[in-house]
């Protein structure tokens, strides 16, 4: 690893996964590890009306998970997923409610339909003279979400909802690692959330880019994605104030970089992806050959796997590293999508890497080492983690095991 002079080291110290197949690390990691597979038919919208049936959804509830539930009893559904995420990684980062409370913790989340349900009700509401609209107003903007999580914690720090889709968590562990850089905090909660609503399902279904059931990345033959929800959450700290309290640390924050190519609303350009991975691992100071495992975007499209392919060769040449996509298991969770990713990639960099699952014949126009026949035991070093998202918003992390 060649060596750089960045300033504040961030760290990774709390995980809070509200997945599809685990909630909680312990939970998540063990699914991760198994190859579980979430998907089943939707239950939580009506889809009588659409040819595709299947998704991945949160089937425990998070109301017992959340602190004072009462006094965000209103919220939405990705807010309780947001809080319920934020408690799991505090737990995990063993901070105490009390320790921070009044303090300076920044929160930042990601988003892509926020609480989008629940405009209808508003609407209703607004139409009736006779009611106070305020209580049906109030859930409906996705700033909420982050603003939530600040209140729940009692900080004073600042609160930033994320909205560019679906590389919207990376997005927001990005704007962590520089606060944190740049000493506006010492701890920042980050990550996204985003819930099963029927205007996610119907673009999706819309577009023609769902999967009938299994998602299948890199596999020939495959169809599309699978629609899916959760709250993903991460506590980034100081690396010093990490190590004074005696703190778990998972992984360092080594590196990012960010561009949004503006070329199409739905179509990769692998161009600009290579152009951000290699601008990534520029920032973090890691040559390609020190990468020991990619988190891929793998969303189980046809265009999407084949440009990720090719951007990923742009970099690494014939010899990528392993590449696995975890939305095979849990399918697309939009704007938690990448905290999961990056929640997976602190298992790869303490216990190994996790599958590609329903990987029956991977597409031989994508030669990579597509990590498809069971968790591969062996914790690497260095990981990426790719996350991409309509309008060619490209968000790419690297973090490592502490030197």
Do not use: W
């Amino acid at each position: 690893m060649m060596n750089a002079d960045k300033g504040r080291r961030v760290v990774v110290t709390g995980l809070g996964p509200v997945s599809p197949i685990g909630i909680g690390k312990a939970a998540f990691f063990q699914a991760l590890k198994a190859g579980v597979n979430g998907t089943a038919p939707l239950c939580k919208i009506d889809t009588d009306r659409f040819e595709r049936k299947y998704g991945c959804e949160v089937k425990a509830p998070v109301g017992p998970l959340i602190p004072n539930f009462a006094a965000f009893a209103h919220a939405g559904a990705a807010s309780h997923f947001a809080l319920a995420a934020t408690e799991l990684a505090l737990a995990d980062a063993g901070i105490e409610r009390a320790a921070i409370r009044g303090q300076r913790v920044n929160c930042y989340f990601g988003t892509t339909y926020g609480e989008s349900d629940r405009i209808d009700s508003m609407v209703t509401a607004m139409a009736d003279p006779q009611s106070d609209p305020q209580p049906s107003v109030d859930p409906v903007f996705a700033s909420e979400i982050s603003r939530d999580v600040l209140r729940s914690i009692g900080s004073t720090g600042e609160s930033l909802t994320i909205g560019n889709a679906c590389s919207a968590s990376n997005t927001a562990l990005i704007f962590g690692y520089e606060a944190i850089q740049a000493g506006d905090c010492d701890i920042a909660v980050c990550g996204g959330s985003d819930a099963v609503y029927k205007a996610t399902f119907a673009t999706f279904h819309r577009l023609g880019s769902m999967t009938d059931k299994d998602c299948t990345p890199f596999n020939t033959g495959r169809k599309g994605v699978l629609t899916a929800e959760g709250g993903s959450a991460l506590v980034l700290e100081d690396y010093e104030r990490a190590l004074r309290r005696g703190a778990p640390i998972y992984g360092e924050v080594l590196g990012f970089s960010m561009n949004c190519d503006a070329d199409h609303m739905v179509r990769l350009n692998h161009q600009r992806v290579g152009e951000c991975l290699q601008a990534a691992l520029a920032k973090a100071a890691v040559a390609p050959a020190e990468v020991g495992y990619i988190c891929a975007h793998g969303t189980g499209t046809v265009a999407n796997d084949s440009n990720e392919y090719q951007a990923i060769e742009a970099v690494f040449g014939a010899s990528p590293p392993p590449v696995s996509s975890i939305k095979s298991m849990m399918g697309h969770s939009m704007g938690a999508a990448a905290g999961f990713g990056a929640i997976a990639c602190m298992l790869a960099l303490s216990e190994g890497l996790p599958p590609t699952i329903n990987v029956t014949e991977q597409d031989p126009h994508i030669p990579l080492d597509v990590v498809a026949q069971g968790f591969r035991a062996g914790k690497v070093d260095v990981v990426v983690n790719n996350a991409f998202a309509f309008g060619g918003n490209n968000s790419i992390l690297v973090f490592g095991n502490l030197k």
